[in-house]
């Protein structure tokens, strides 16, 4: 069930000279005016905002039954109600809260974990390199899905064991993505410290390393948010969620056991998707802008359908 | 005095950015006959890559050009792609700056060259391979080794036969942009020699695009120095050396080469000027040695200062303006 | 030869991945507390009956030996027995294989199809309105929950159209006798064509944006300008330079994507109850079979790593610059 790392969707057309403005950090670019970053980031934030305020916002309480069973949307009930007779506007608010809590949680693990195998496997090289490597290997091959029923099976269903899987499965790429640019950025800085006159401490260079390394951690950790969200819809689906709780995943499992289909009710089925959907979009225009700004890909295509143009002579420039 | 082959006429290039445009080509002139050798020079962003694309029409769709180019006295430029299409290969062809990718890495050397002679028309068939043996030869490589990949060839080789490729289907005109860069100077001698044997034996008109001065000094009989997308001075190598008319020109042929770098590194202090803003003035002006009243106001005009000798300076023109 | 090398080393490294992967699974299953009896979830089981069968699959063994016997058996084709209905597993599992196979392959090449010729369009029209409502068109389907674009193919289409969306068969074919080979075969493909779709519509996005930005990649490739500069007209560029270099990546992504499309299949038989391997692994789920499950995922990681395998191969044989 490997979702592979959002592929590059390429960069802008640009001219093959380069052009003298500088190199905008990712953070900046996001801010100033990328609007794909800048929808991504407003779209996250305010799915973010209605999780955190859930309790303000829901118009009924998550575990009340109001009233009958896939009753229609009214204005009483704008998305009508669920196989519980359930408000399915309300769970649907709260049900942000486990999706949106399970992504970050479970791509901050991953991304502490990857990052710190990439940091040490890049910069160490050698035999600690190997080693990782060889670990990292063997991660991959562990099939996810039985890992996922195993873990379910042992230590039950709960939302801590959901997130430790998902960053157990996904943490390898991150640490691959690290490793290679920890790679690049060590032959810098070992050129810095050869002419420098101290002896440089390893945690000294450290501090050299891991500001260059951070913003793609970050721009692959949003990256890796959109991928456990995704994971958590398929675990859900499986029946392997937490079934204490009640998120995104597990109501678009519910639409099918509680036979929503035949019960024509839509709008069981319809929203919780359309908000993963909306949530794993936004994560992926954010963190591909943010790649995208540390590695601009300004390589012109040679070839277009559309030839170049000829105009007129400029009349003469300046004074004579 | 025999006729230019090609004659290159107020070329200008822009390019579409984000916001607003590139001039990247900024009205150049030059000439070329049969069996010339024309160094372009340059530091890295003058245009002069863009200049020699242009002349075979290579620019992306984010191009805009206007001016003229001349191929035997015909303007190829007239009608755009569909003017100038018809020449690629069969009346101009190109040697590929860093030949390492100007081959496609999944196809067999011989076929790539064998490839313009069919569509062209040179040759088919078995005719075909036998001439690409031939044109292998030619630059100094087996022909056995059509048969391979370009992965399998030294890069001095694969520059070979990237000229290999250019000659075959018999052009008249050669645009070389940087052939001898990232070649190390045993390989490098090696190619000089063989594209001058080559333009001369075949009485060829080639345009050598490079930074490297040494290299213009020792393959091109005539130079012209580019700045900023303009031509700042033109005429024959020996009268660049020895009686320079543009202070950048003269900069440029006295410029100490790094001892230690393989490239000879021009090292003029400043940086060239940004070229999405109209220049006032002379674009080398701020980092001049010679500047002068007119210089930050007044364009300079490319006047002649001797036989086919021509600079952009206002330290040429007549005494009495100054 | 340059081809023996390279043969041995990868069946060399690929036999070892299968071994691990054997190894792994048994570990893993064996892991579960109570050895899966305990766990198993059966109307009539009770506890003298779970001993015995404890007993019987010699559950009580010490592990190594466990192991061993394990390993003695696969190599005879023994995948176990089901906890649920005691027979082989591979009896269990051998008609949904069978079931799965066509649907998956229908959706693969639907995948694949749509996948080249939308990345195609959209490099080669970079920038443009088509290439935009490209990109996030394959980007909104990637993003989607496959069980959910099911669901939604289910609900807005299926029953809409009269289209079934339960079983490999019309149940009723049959009864009024024989029904012609036409028949069976059009009953078949109408049960399968949905899932398969919906499968191939799931994993499409994938495809479209690698191909689109391999073929970015290489159309911006020097040896492309050098073909423009030769007097190649654009779409034989694209034919004979682009295509052969950009679907390099795409052939090698396909295989090893082997184990997303069976993740996606899993779900996509769950939710148009399509009698294959996948909905036979979530009943086994759902029952805590876990012999049923450790042998479906031998098999379906098996099968990942076969697909990997070939993906070496091919890379090897398509781009000659990989040496051994």
Redesign the interface.
Known sequence: MTMEAIPPIGGEVAAPVASNRARRGPVRKLLTGDRQALVGAVVLALFVAIAIAAPLLSPYSPTAKVGAVYERPSSAHWLGLDDGGIDMLTILIWGARVSLLVGFAASFMAMLIGGTVGILSGYMGGKTDTVLMRITDYFLVIPDVPLMIVVAAIWGQSLFNIVVIIAVIYWTSTARLIRAQVKSVREQVYVKRARSLGAGNTRLIMKHVLPQVTPLLIANTVLTVATAIFAETYIAFLGLGDPSQVSWGKLIQNSLTGGAIFSDAWWAIVPPGICVTLVILACTMVGQSMEDAMNPRLKVGHLSVHRFRLRSLPREPGGD | MTEAILKVKDLHVWFDLLEGELHAVQGVNFELELGERLGLVGESGCGKTTTILAVMGLLPANASVAGSVFLNGEDILKDGERSVAPHRWKDIAMVFQGAMNAFNPVKRVGDQIAEPMELHGTARGRAARGRVGDLLELVGIPGSRADRFPHEFSGGMRQRAAIAMALACGPKVLLADEPTTALDVMVQAQILELLVGLTEELGLALVFVTHDLPVVAQTCGRAAVMYAGRIAEEGATADLYHDARHPYTRLLFSATPDLHGKEKIISIPGAPPRLDRVIIGCPFQPRCDRAFAPCPTITPRTVAVAERHVAACHLNEVPAER | MRGADYLIKRTGAALL?VF??IT??FV??R???GNAIT?LRCLHCTKQFKASLQEELGLNKPMLQQYTIYLGNLTQGDLGTSLVDRRPVWQNLKTPILNTLPMLAVATIVSVVIGVAAGVMS?????TRVDRIN?WTA??F????????G??I??YVA?RFGFPVAGIRDPTLGILGEPSTWTVINDRIRHLILPALTLGIGLYG?YA??V??SM??T??????????????K?LR??YR??L??AM?PLVT?IAL?F??IL?GA??IE??FSYPGIGLA??DA??R?DYPV?QGA?LL??LT?IFFNFVADLLYFK????VTA
């Open positions: 991945t691990v992967a792994l699974n893993l299953f892991a579960v507390p766990a490099a080669w029209r970079r920038g990109t980007l909104s990637y993003a989607m929950p496959t069980q959910w674009i669901l939604m289910v609900f029953l994938e944006l690698i689109r930005s970015l990649e159309l911006g490739e020097d040896y492309v300008l050098t073909a423009r500069a030769k007097g190649l654009n560029i694209v330079h682009g052969r270099n390099l992504l994507s184990g997303y993740a899993i779900v769950e939710v692994t979530i789920i759902d805590r499950l995922f379906l990681t990942v398509l781009d000659p610059r």
